[in-house]
């Protein structure tokens, strides 16, 4: 496989690891404020460089 010639502004592995964040909090619910603080908590704690949630 040849790798991409362009970098992405984000980095996948943290793009997922956010993704995973949010669809396991949400589920099937809507996204309210308490949901949203709770999730920029946990998301302060994946150290990501790339994305700042």
Known sequence: MT?????LPVKASEAAALADIVFRALESRRLQEDVRNRLATRA???GLT???P
């Open 3 to 7: 790798p991409p010639v362009f970098e």
């Open 44 to 46: 302060g704690t994946l």
């Open 50 to 52: 790339s994305i700042r």
